[in-house]
């Protein structure tokens, strides 16, 4: 019935439950479904603010992340430390058999995704990576020649040329959550203080982190997206969805996103559905071109003052 008994969820871009593909993946072949989340010290070391808002956003969204696991019977491991190493020794430490995540496109997240990788072989473990944040990826989108687009309007014209329902439907996890792992006794999270910051404006400037926070700004997206395409661009005009943060953490699928839009139909939907698009393209860009984080894609633009 089960493929392997044990396999670890790595949440890192996917803080949600709900339609997320490297968790539906792993219940679906393993009897018994463990799940982690790593503040990795290799990213927040870096970071030159300790009131920084992205660090608070996240720990929220992973405290609520792990409340609702432990609804429904399982638990979150949140750990402090560097991924490349904490990664392979939990996934040794619970004898997992393979460890899924849903893919990352950046230079760090690739460099850092493949060290676990080796770490994982050595010991006879293999790290699943499941597309998760975009709709389309690598080799999905290609011009006739097989190759990558490098202008956005045609590759915007070929993804909605094989976008179907198949690629807009949600993974339902909720039909395999009697698989996840139960915890023996109640475990704990680290601090924000723990992990060497301090709380931020999130508060004084509403937002709300995690799935509650992204669900009811798409809520109130939906009653004002007619009107996007006149409005996004008026700082003084509550004209945006406000889902940008939400998009980059995984608090709410793209899935979902882009399955409202595309159905709704009209110029506000499609203006926005425009933008989801871009998001693929630009993280497609960033896959195969990493040096496009910190250089211009070409590289004749680079002395622009």
């Given at each position: 019935?089960?493929?392997?008994?044990?396999?670890?969820?790595?949440?890192?871009?996917?803080?949600?439950?709900?339609?997320?593909?490297?968790?539906?993946?792993?219940?679906?072949?393993?009897?018994?479904v463990?799940?982690?989340?790593v503040?990795?010290?290799?990213?927040?070391?870096?970071?030159?603010?300790?009131?920084?808002?992205?660090?608070?956003?996240?720990?929220?969204?992973?405290?609520?992340?792990?409340?609702?696991?432990?609804?429904?019977?399982?638990?979150?491991?949140?750990?402090?430390?560097?991924a490349?190493s904490?990664?392979?020794?939990?996934?040794?430490?619970?004898?997992?058999?393979?460890?899924?995540?849903?893919?990352?496109?950046?230079?760090?997240?690739?460099?850092?995704d493949?060290?676990?990788?080796?770490?994982?072989?050595?010991?006879?473990?293999?790290?699943k990576?499941?597309?998760?944040?975009?709709?389309?990826?690598?080799?999905?989108?290609?011009?006739a020649?097989?190759?990558?687009?490098?202008?956005?309007?045609?590759?915007?014209?070929?993804?909605?040329?094989?976008?179907n329902?198949?690629y807009?439907?949600?993974?339902?996890?909720?039909?395999?959550?009697?698989?996840?792992?139960?915890?023996?006794?109640s475990?704990?999270?680290?601090?924000l203080?723990?992990?060497?910051?301090?709380?931020?404006?999130?508060?004084?400037?509403?937002?709300?982190?995690?799935?509650?926070?992204?669900?009811?700004?798409?809520?109130?997206?939906?009653?004002?997206i007619?009107?996007?395409?006149?409005?996004?661009?008026?700082?003084?005009?509550?004209?945006p969805?406000?889902?940008?943060?939400?998009?980059?953490?995984?608090?709410?699928?793209?899935?979902?996103?882009a399955r409202?839009?595309?159905?709704?139909?009209?110029?506000?939907a499609?203006?926005?559905?425009?933008?989801?698009?871009w998001?693929?393209?630009?993280?497609?860009?960033?896959?195969?071109?990493?040096?496009?984080?910190?250089?211009?894609?070409?590289?004749k633009?680079?002395?622009?003052?």
């Amino acid at each position: 019935m089960f493929d392997m008994d044990t396999a670890l969820i790595w949440f890192r871009r996917d803080l949600r439950v709900n339609d997320n593909a490297a968790l539906y993946a792993a219940l679906k072949v393993a009897r018994r479904v463990h799940a982690v989340f790593v503040f990795d010290t290799d990213i927040l070391a870096a970071l030159p603010d300790r009131a920084d808002r992205r660090v608070e956003f996240i720990w929220h969204s992973v405290a609520a992340l792990k409340a609702e696991l432990e609804a429904h019977g399982g638990t979150l491991h949140v750990l402090h430390g560097s991924a490349r190493s904490l990664i392979p020794q939990f996934a040794a430490a619970i004898g997992a058999e393979a460890v899924f995540a849903g893919r990352d496109y950046e230079p760090f997240a690739t460099s850092r995704d493949a060290c676990v990788e080796t770490a994982l072989h050595t010991a006879g473990r293999t790290l699943k990576r499941v597309k998760d944040q975009v709709i389309f990826e690598l080799d999905e989108v290609l011009t006739a020649a097989g190759k990558p687009y490098h202008v956005f309007t045609p590759y915007k014209r070929a993804w909605l040329g094989k976008l179907n329902d198949f690629y807009l439907s949600a993974y339902p996890v909720a039909l395999y959550l009697d698989r996840l792992a139960h915890a023996a006794e109640s475990i704990s999270m680290p601090t924000l203080a723990d992990l060497g910051f301090a709380p931020s404006n999130l508060t004084q400037l509403k937002i709300t982190p995690g799935p509650a926070g992204a669900e009811a700004l798409f809520a109130d997206f939906q009653q004002r997206i007619a009107r996007y395409k006149d409005t996004r661009n008026f700082p003084a005009i509550k004209g945006p969805s406000y889902l940008s943060v939400h998009l980059r953490f995984g608090t709410i699928s793209i899935r979902q996103l882009a399955r409202f839009a595309y159905q709704h139909g009209g110029e506000g939907a499609e203006t926005w559905l425009s933008e989801l698009i871009w998001r693929d393209f630009y993280q497609m860009l960033l896959a195969r071109y990493p040096h496009t984080v910190t250089h211009a894609f070409q590289s004749k633009f680079d002395s622009l003052d």
